[in-house]
């Protein structure tokens, strides 16, 4: 792409790409300075957008499964794979290197599919997610309860950050289309070609329904005056602008569920027993270093203050200066390059403004904020500054701890004792991310506990993990990514915990071949059927609620010694009748619970091939009275749960297994997992 006829950027809404009725702010090379985009959202109606989504794409999401949906995201993520060196090249006009361009395009995109993966394999392939246990809410099985979760019947607005114009967008749009949410994207304008450009390549292969997936490229206006309480509102940035969001009549008066994640001072902390000449301290140091220089700082995960046992301080400045002196900075089009520069000329002013607010409580020890020195790239033009390491010697006190400079900046605190340097974690007053570099079990118990509340995330960083450790600022869809206070005080991420956070909690109450119904999961006091063997019925033929009653089978002292024998375990209570009696529990020996097991197997299992393929695992088990010689057992084996997987032959099905004595007591519990052909 020539970026000597820069392109005017058009927003995606209503099914259609719109231009701004203006001519457009003009976005520039972060190398170069060169124009490469323009940016203009003036004049389009928001509201509309807004309605589209709830009416087209909602009605269409709520009418799939939700692995209908989760491989709908497969799909769009692999055949962006295929594309990646067209986003690459345009990441570069945003100062990423190629390294920095992989967290965000690859990143976002392994995020997409890891969490379309994650819904197939933990959610079921249904419309409505049951949520928990049913809960018996009568002595006679006619009356229960059971939580449910449903998509919203809004639309989330995704308000994203300029330093992940693709990550950002992917990790908020895959939880949100999964739960069966449409969503609209407002990604930051400094990089908002390289958002607009993935949006036109989803869009070009028509696999979302429409209505799905929106776009505003520019200012949002009025956007969000047009919310309700069905809707969505997530946000990545500045505090400050998060809180006048927030505060947004619209959103006020709906309640509508708001996502923050913003300024975040995140501290990493040298363990006490990690004095330099480890293998703690050399990570550490190398951690600090990949953090500032890694997209030029500009990450909310970033590590702002080091904090560092008193003794070691010099030691930590020297192993970081000598790293730094090997930092090429430069145009990350050029080979070589080791660190692009920020994302903008404004972002520069505004690093260097707060780096002169940091020093009024801490010196410069390596760098010089206003010495600009590149390998290429154009010095002045060019959004180039160089990282920059500070010292507050007096940590408590340090304006590092209420000042964000959204750069290659950190600043170094000594502390005394691990108390002090948990206090220190918590003056940034709510963090993403904290790290602590310690190869001893006790200091690791000591600062995770302590730093834990006031933050999203914890590393604990070592030599055993050295190599696998994805590092203090990389989120990872199955974990959560956020933090309290300062941070926003909000969840992303987190696997199918991100899902739920687009939709809707609700009790439902009543009597359970009713729940059963809403729910497709059979309960204690619903309907059964008990026409034929249900193992020998295909998916097309099973319903939930087909049972089994079996016959009785006695357990013997014979059986129990065999077992003991044949499986090697003889603990005393199977095996010696005073050792036995003596146990609190028992009265006398007592039956292997997975004798238990296997002679109900036994009771329920027909022999012959048919539709049961696998069993593929057991779930809940537990054992609840005692079986002792001469008690004899009959099993309830019942059709809980449908699973059809999609693209397969067959479904997942869970059968709930009630194993009973001579006096209808329940001795064990648990749900048998099968695979079952369709047909």
């Known amino acids: 792409m020539n ?66 949906r989760a491989l709908m995201l497969k799909e769009i993520g692999l055949k962006l794979l295929e594309m990646k060196e067209d986003f690459y090249a345009e990441s570069l006009w945003t100062g990423a290197t190629r390294a920095d361009g992989w967290v965000d395009i690859e990143g976002g995109i392994g995020t997409l599919l890891t969490l379309a993966s994650k819904a197939r394999r933990e959610l079921p392939n249904a419309k409505v997610i049951p949520d928990g246990a049913v809960e018996p809410l009568s002595k006679d099985a006619s009356f229960s309860g059971q939580h449910i979760l449903t998509p919203l019947q809004g639309v989330a607005v995704h308000i994203n950050a300029f330093n992940f114009p693709i990550w950002g967008m992917l990790e908020k749009i895959a939880p949100t289309l999964i739960a069966g949410m449409p969503t609209i994207v407002k990604p930051a304008s400094q990089t908002a070609y390289l958002t607009e450009l993935m949006v036109r390549r989803i869009a070009d292969m028509g696999i979302l329904p429409d209505g799905a997936l929106q776009l505003v490229s520019g200012s949002a206006g009025d956007l969000l005056d047009h919310v309700t309480c069905q ?4 946000f990545t940035g500045s505090a400050s602008t998060g809180r006048m969001l927030k505060t947004s009549p619209a959103i006020i ?12 001072l995140n501290a990493s902390v040298l363990g006490p027993d990690a004095g330099p000449g480890t293998e703690e301290f050399d990570l550490f140091v190398r951690e600090i270093h990949r953090e500032i220089t890694t997209k030029a700082g500009q990450k909310c995960t970033a590590i702002r ?58 010196r410069i020890v390596l760098g010089d904020p206003d010495d600009v020195r590149v390998a290429s790239g154009d010095a002045e ?42 206090a220190l974690t918590h003056r940034g007053k709510g ?68 899902v739920k956070h687009y939709m809707q909690r609700t009790a439902v109450q009543g009597a359970p071949r009713l729940l059963s119904a809403v729910t497709g999961i059979w309960s204690e006091g619903a309907d059964t059927r008990a026409d034929k063997h249900p193992f020998r019925k295909s998916v097309a033929e099973l319903r939930i609620g087909d049972q089994i009653v079996t016959e009785a089978r006695e357990v013997t002292e014979a059986d129990v010694e065999h077992f003991a024998h044949f499986t090697g375990d003889t603990f005393y209570a199977h095996m010696n009748s005073d050792a036995a009696k003596a146990n609190p529990f028992f009265d006398d020996r007592v039956a292997h619970g997975y004798l238990i097991a296997s002679f109900a197997a036994g009771l329920f299992v027909d022999p012959d091939p048919g539709p049961v393929l696998a069993n ?20 309830r084996l019942t059709c809980k749960e449908i699973n059809p997987r999609e693209n397969a032959e067959h479904a997942e099905v869970r059968w709930d297994c009630r194993v009973t004595n001579q006096k209808d007591e329940v001795v064990a519990q648990y749900d048998v997992l099968t695979m079952v052909a369709k047909a």
């Open 616 to 635: 593929y695992g057991v779930d809940n088990l537990r054992f609840l009275t005692p079986v002792y010689f001469g008690d004899t057992l009959r099993v």
């Open 231 to 234: 809707d969505v509102v997530t």
């Open 381 to 422: 033009k060019g959004a180039f500054i160089n990282p920059v390491v500070l010292l507050a010697e007096n940590p408590a006190e340090a304006a590092a701890n209420d000042v964000e400079a959204f750069g290659p900046v950190v600043t170094v605190m000594p502390y005394d004792g691990i108390d002090q340097a948990v």
């Open 305 to 362: 203050r080091a904090i560092v046992p008193a003794d070691h301080v010099d030691a930590v400045i020297a192993a970081l200066g000598e790293r730094l002196a090997k930092n090429v900075a430069g145009d990350p089009a050029v080979e070589g390059t080791r660190m692009g520069p920020l994302a903008s000329l404004e972002q520069r002013e505004e690093v260097r403004d707060r780096i002169k607010d940091l020093q009024g409580s801490a």
């Open 431 to 498: 963090s993403l991310v904290a790290s602590v570099f310690t190869d001893s079990p006790d200091v690791a118990e000591e600062m995770v506990i302590g730093m834990a509340p006031m933050h999203g995330r914890v590393l604990i960083g070592n030599r055993r993990s050295a190599k696998s450790s994805t590092g203090h600022g990389s989120p990872l869809a199955p974990l959560v990514h956020g933090g309290p206070g300062r941070a926003g005080g909000g969840e992303e991420l987190g696997g199918m915990r991100a």
């Open 3 to 68: 970026i000597q006829t820069p392109r005017l950027l058009q927003s995606y809404l209503c099914g259609e790409w719109q231009n701004g009725s203006r001519d457009g702010k003009k976005l520039l090379n972060a190398s170069t300075g060169e124009v490469v985009a323009l940016i203009d959202a003036s004049g389009l109606d928001h509201a509309a957008a807004l309605e589209y989504g709830r009416e087209k794409g909602g009605r269409a999401l709520r009418a799939m499964t939700v692995h209908q």
């Open 253 to 264: 008066e709906n309640s509508v569920r708001f996502t923050m994640e913003a300024d975040s």
